[in-house]
C-alpha cells in the first residue's frame, strides 16, 4: 500500500472508532480528503485507495486540479474555501459542492452562475443525487474577526436565499471552530452549531454538518457531523503559503 493508502485507512479507522464510542453508525459520516496545496498525484493514489470527495481552498487551484484530473470521471471537488462573488463563475464549473456560502448575495449569485452537475460528479444529499449544485452555509460560530461565515443571526436570511434559488441544493451547515490544542476545546462550537441546526429546520431542512479536521474529528462524530474533512492525517504537512 502506498503511505497515502495507510494513512486514509487509519483516518478510516479513527472514525469508526470514535463512531462506535458513540453508538453512530460509521456508514453516516462521510470523508473529504482535503488535498489543498498537495499535488494532483497525491489525490491520484488517495482515489486509487477509494477516495472520491477532495476538498480545495482556493478556486484558481481547485480549477487547476478538476482539468489535470479530469480522466477521474467520478471524482468530486468540494470548495472549502471562502469564495468571492467574482469567482463564482469560476467555481461552479468545476465544484460538485461549495461548503462556504456566507452571505445572502454570495447565494444569489450562485444560484445565477449554477451550471447542472453531471450525475457522475454529484454529492449525494439524502441518499439522493440531482443536478444541483450542493452547498452549505458556513457559520462563524467562534464570531472570530478574521474568520469567514455569516453571523449566527444572519443563518436564518441566507438559508431563504438559498432555497429561493431552483439551480441550489441546501445540504446543511458548516464551520471551523476556534484552533484549541486540545481538541475537546472546540467542543462547545460544535455543539454550537448542531444548535443551529436544530434551531433553523433540524436534519429535515439541514441533513448535513461540516465538521471536523484532522486533529478534532473524533470531537466531531461525538458532536453529531456528517462530513469531516481530513487534510494533513491523509496527506502530511502542507507547503506553506508562497
Ligand atoms: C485545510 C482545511 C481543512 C483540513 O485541515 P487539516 O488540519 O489539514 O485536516 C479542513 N477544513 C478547512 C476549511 C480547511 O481549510
Known sequence: MSPI???????????????????????????????????????????????????????????????????LPDMRLHLIGHLQRNKAKQAVRAASAVHTVDSTRLADELGKRAAPVAPSRAFPIGGATSDKLVVFVEVNVGEEPQKSGCRPEELSAVLDAIEGQPA????????????????????????????????????????????????????????????????????????PVR
Do not use: N, W
Not at 462506535?20 to 473529504?32: K, N, V
Open 5 to 71: 493508502a495507510d494513512r486514509l485507512a487509519e483516518v478510516h479507522s479513527r472514525l469508526e472508532r470514535a463512531a462506535r464510542e458513540c453508538g453512530r453508525d460509521p456508514a453516516t459520516i462521510r470523508l473529504i480528503a482535503v488535498s489543498k496545496r498537495h499535488e494532483p498525484a497525491a489525490m491520484r493514489a488517495a482515489y486509487e485507495a477509494g477516495q472520491r470527495d477532495f476538498g480545495e481552498s482556493y478556486v484558481q487551484e481547485l480549477t487547476q486540479k478538476a482539468e489535470v484530473l479530469g480522466d
Open 168 to 239: 441550489l441544493r441546501l445540504a446543511g451547515l458548516m464551520t471551523v471552530p476556534p484552533y484549541t490544542d486540545d481538541p475537546t476545546g472546540a467542543r462547545p462550537y460544535m455543539d454550537r452549531l448542531v444548535d443551529l441546526r436544530d434551531r433553523h429546520g433540524g436534519p429535515g431542512r439541514l441533513p448535513e454538518i461540516s465538521l471536523g479536521m484532522s486533529h478534532d474529528l473524533e470531537q466531531a462524530v461525538f458532536a453529531g457531523t456528517t462530513i469531516v474533512r481530513v487534510g494533513t492525517a491523509i496527506f502530511g504537512p502542507r507547503e
